[in-house]
């Protein structure tokens, strides 16, 4: 077998059409009720019961009343089941929506504020760039791909996988601390746009394959 020493990897995000993504005006630094969206098939690896939890926490042991999850894409099978029985249980249907798959989700991106990605493994996080393309507050999982893009507390914010209390604090400090997300909002917006967009893309695949041939 040969092997190759000294070599240093170099990972490209895929690039998309950002302007199909890309809103304007939808950070409102004063507000008294939050809406959190949390995107993608409802299913254990994407941690929407995690987000659930949190939620529960919040409503009654830290008393916020003022919030809004809404779950967004397909449901079905055991996993979902869970979430509705928890949903039940605890008393948060006044809190908490499940509504299904959205090709476009401009309108409901408009009308959040917060976007969390729980996800166990995210290979690449493009739920991610997309909340920040749209000025949503990402919070996301600090695993897999998710934790490479966010950098804490500069274009969003991290918590521990699978801590549902630690989801509960970076919630609670966003919201009771809003007037200063505007300034984390806007470097995540500016840093996906920066990175993401086909062109870039496109320019840095040129730019390693010219890399390789010299």
């Given amino acids: 077998k040969k092997m190759l020493f000294g070599t ?8 998309f059409h950002i302007k199909n993504y890309l809103l304007d005006g939808v950070y409102k630094r004063d507000t008294d009720h939050f809406t959190i969206i949390i995107c993608g098939i409802v299913r254990k690896e994407k941690g929407q019961l995690e987000a659930v939890k949190a939620v529960e926490n919040l409503v009654h042991n830290y008393k916020v009343n003022n919030i809004r999850l809404q779950i967004v894409g397909d449901a079905f099978g055991d996993y979902y089941e869970e979430i509705c029985k928890f949903l039940r249980e605890y008393n948060l249907k006044p809190y908490i929506e ?7 989700l401009r309108e ?9 990605v ?4 995210e290979a690449f996080g493009r739920v991610t760039i ?6 949503n507050l990402v919070i996301g999982a600090g695993a897999g ?3 490479e893009i966010i950098e804490d507390g500069v274009i969003g914010y991290l918590y521990k996988l699978h801590d549902v209390e630690d989801l509960s604090k970076k919630i609670y400090y966003a919201i009771t601390h809003w007037n200063m997300q505007g300034k984390i909002i806007q470097q995540a917006k500016e840093y996906a746009v920066t990175n993401y967009e086909i062109r870039t893309y496109a320019k840095k695949v040129l730019n390693l394959y010219q890399s390789l041939v010299q």
């Fill in 130 to 135: 997309e909340s920040m393309l749209s000025e």
């Fill in 98 to 104: 499940i509504l299904p798959f959205q090709k476009d």
């Fill in 118 to 121: 729980c996800s166990e493994n």
């Fill in 108 to 116: 409901l991106r408009k009308n959040a504020d917060i976007a969390l």
């Fill in 8 to 15: 240093k990897p170099l990972v490209l995000y895929n690039g």
């Fill in 145 to 147: 791909g998710t934790a």
